[in-house]
């Protein structure tokens, strides 16, 4: 039997009061800076709050993000994890990288706790380890999407937690009417970790929009 449909109530109050909860230091603000100086649209605070939470939740011992961006959402992970943990994070834009890497050195993060690997996560990806990570967080290509969703689940142990960004895409996967790409490729990972077994999943309404899924 269907949930009964949600309430057609204006959330946006509630959604932007969420959002302005986190306050952010100098770290994750400076690292936000340096998105916009080269173009990179980072997580949204309330979205590096939650990934902060759940990697202090889970206490993975390794980690993957693919799409690395300026930092800000590598900080946010860093900071829940233990310090023992290491994150593997994979971007093509080698300037991208150089300013993660500063926003990492100021979060106090030792170098050797982070693995920075400079190319396409097509290429990269597949040569990691199987059933090597407890974490992926997919921020990358949404052309890609799909792809990775299925390298992630060859990536992650029995229990492993796929966190996917902007799984709402702008907000456009909740309109039929909208058929751009990406918004295609994300409704089809959501298709896909929802209806595979494999998966236990949620969408979250954080930022625009966070999708969790365990491997079982």
């Known amino acids: 039997m269907k949930a009964l449909s949600p309430h057609q109530t204006d959330k946006h109050a509630s959604w932007a009061f969420a959002e ?3 306050a952010e230091d100098d770290v994750l603000l400076r690292a936000r800076e340096r998105s916009g100086d080269l173009g990179i649209v980072p997580v949204t605070e309330g979205a590096a709050a939650l990934l902060t939470v759940l990697a202090a939740t889970r206490s993975p011992a390794n980690v993957v993000e693919i799409g690395t ?3 800000v959402s590598g900080i946010a992970l860093m900071r829940g994890l233990t310090r023992e943990a290491m994150l593997t994070t ?3 834009d080698a300037e991208a990288l150089r300013a993660a890497r500063e926003g990492f050195a100021e979060g106090g993060f ?34 890609s999407l799909v792809f990775h969703v299925e390298q992630a689940a060859r990536l992650l142990r029995a229990g492993g937690l796929l966190i ?16 751009e790409a990406s918004t295609v490729a994300t409704r089809e990972a959501g ?9 236990h999943s ?15």
């Open 20 to 22: 302005s909860r986190p």
């Open 69 to 71: 961006g300026a930092g």
């Open 90 to 92: 994979i971007d093509p």
């Open 110 to 143: 030792p170098a050797n706790r982070t693995r920075m690997i400079t190319g396409r996560a097509r290429t990269v990806v597949p040569r990691l380890n199987s059933k090597a990570y407890a974490l992926v967080f997919l921020d990358a290509d949404k052309a």
């Open 164 to 179: 996917v960004n902007d799984a709402l895409d702008e907000d456009r996967v909740p309109k039929p009417a909208v058929r």
């Open 191 to 199: 298709k896909l970790l929802r209806d595979d077994e494999m998966w």
């Open 202 to 216: 949620a969408l979250v309404p954080t930022g625009s929009g966070i999708l969790l899924a365990v491997r079982r």
